[in-house]
């Protein structure tokens, strides 16, 4: 769904603020940081200190089910089992016909409102924030759709990766050794040639959403985002680069890496530290910038959970998971919930009904070294098909009752990880990165469970349930 649409509609639901005469310096961030933590509203930055009226700064667009269902074209009424549930509906008909979704290449965007060419270049013109006193600049790309293309193939990926103001015609872009986009831009390098590069700062929300999660090497974020929402993405070709460009963005530039590096960072990142310090990433020179009449930025500031875009993952990814899991061949999975407390990736609860010994087992290690959440994560906790995975009192309780952390924590070492940990040792390459990861198996023991030996919890029967909120439904309604 294309920003502006998506305003209307979040209007329509009484969570949008407009704020006016806030500074880009870190009140943008401070405001975007605290919102998220309290009342969560999405919210529209216009008359930004140093900036025209109309020269605006999107965040708060995905902080709960009912926006992350609206910007995917689903439903606004879902909670957050019921959005995974759908999401699992959407993503297995992504993964089988996201070839027939290919992007549809146009001739005009309303992004050609304004187009600046190479000298005429300065990124300065847009607002783009401080977001936390001690980052180490400007950041314009922190919720963006960075486009890159296979320079040995037709594969073009789209990526969230965050960029940093350098000059009025230069950006720093921070890729991890991992992500598709990196590979890209390193076989170029290593051809001698310059790898081609854009970049939409304001992009359609699904396309960003799927920038930022693990589709399938070699498919292309177009397609598969196209396929979840069942529309084919509209792409305008860069003047520079040939590269599709969304043409519903707000904003976009393009232009090239060369190889240059400069200072990028520090910057506060997803884990809620300044881990990752001042580091040396790519320049990207810019060849053209295109923006709409009276642009939206679209931005996000992370920090301590929860924070600005801490929840959009977490659905998609516990879909992404539990599909993994039945794929791989796994049986009664119940439930899967990556938590916002872990920023999706350092605490997920799988629910199993336990069929047999060891199968609790399995789904830890599977979990715990996939690339789903491998990266950044920290702990896999299995609980039994009557925990609710998203209920963290319900986890916690299973963990303090039906684990031994002497027989019932597993611990995997050299697990690939990220600089962004503040736990991490400091390495030079970021390819060096490992860390560990625990698996909690906060179930019944298979043995006491088969023979009906397990203390029964102490809780009401549904029937009792059922009879005393029925005939006391003045204490138990919303």
Not at 5 to 25: D, P, T
Not at 149 to 162: E, F
């Amino acid at each position: 769904m294309e920003i502006r649409r998506f305003i209307e509609e979040v209007k329509k639901l009484n969570l949008l603020r407009e704020v006016k005469g806030a500074h880009w310096n870190l009140e943008i961030g401070a405001i975007t940081d605290l919102n998220a933590k309290r009342n969560k509203y999405t919210l529209l930055f216009d008359e930004i200190v140093d900036y025209p009226k109309g020269f605006r700064v999107l965040t708060g667009t995905l902080l709960d089910s009912r926006r992350v269902g609206l910007a995917l074209g689903l439903t606004s009424n879902l909670n957050d089992l019921q959005l995974v549930t759908k999401l699992r509906e959407r993503l297995n008909y992504a993964n089988r016909e996201y070839k027939s979704y290919d992007p549809i290449e146009v001739s005009d965007t309303p992004f050609l409102e304004n187009v600046y060419r190479e000298e005429n270049v300065n990124l300065f013109k847009f607002p783009a924030p401080k977001w936390h006193e001690l980052d180490g600049g400007r950041y314009i790309g922190t919720a963006d759709a960075v486009i890159t293309k296979d320079p040995d193939s037709d594969w073009i990926n789209v990526g969230a990766y965050r960029v940093m103001l350098v000059d009025k015609n230069k950006l720093a872009i921070f890729i991890e050794a991992s992500h598709h986009g990196r590979l890209h831009i390193e076989k170029y390098l290593k051809q001698g040639r310059k790898a081609p590069i854009a970049i939409s700062f304001g992009p359609p929300l699904s396309l960003f959403i799927f920038a930022g999660m693990e589709v399938p090497y070699g498919v292309s974020e177009y397609n598969f985002a196209g396929a979840v929402v069942g529309e084919r993405m509209k792409v305008f070709r860069g003047e520079v680069t040939g590269l599709p460009i969304p043409a519903e963005s707000e904003i976009a530039v393009e232009g090239y890496i060369t190889g240059e590096v400069t200072d990028e960072g520090p910057f506060g990142e997803f884990m809620g530290y300044y881990a990752g310090g001042r580091m040396k990433s790519p320049v990207i020179e810019v060849k053209r910038v295109y923006y709409r009449k009276d642009p939206i930025l679209l931005g996000t500031a992370p920090s301590i959970s929860p924070y600005d875009y801490s929840y959009l993952r977490c659905p998609i990814r516990s879909a992404m998971i539990w599909d993994f899991l039945e794929r791989a061949g796994v049986p009664n999975v119940k439930g899967v919930w990556a938590h916002e407390v872990g920023f999706s990736r350092a605490f997920i609860v799988i629910s199993i009904k336990q069929t047999f010994a060891g199968h609790a087992t399995m789904v830890g290690h599977l979990v715990a070294t996939a690339p789903l959440a491998s990266y950044g994560g920290r702990y896999v906790i299995i609980v039994d098909e009557d925990i609710d995975p998203s209920d963290l009192n319900q986890v916690i309780w299973a963990m303090c009752t039906r684990s031994d952390p002497a027989i019932t924590i597993d611990v995997i070492k050299n697990v690939n990880s990220t600089p962004l940990d503040p736990m991490a040792e400091r390495r030079e390459n970021v390819k060096e990165y490992v860390s560990s990861r625990a698996i909690i198996y906060a179930v019944k023991p298979f043995d006491k469970l088969i023979r009906n030996q397990f203390p029964i919890e102490v809780r009401p029967s549904e029937e009792l349930v059922e009879k005393v909120t029925k005939k006391f439904n003045h204490l138990f309604s919303p």
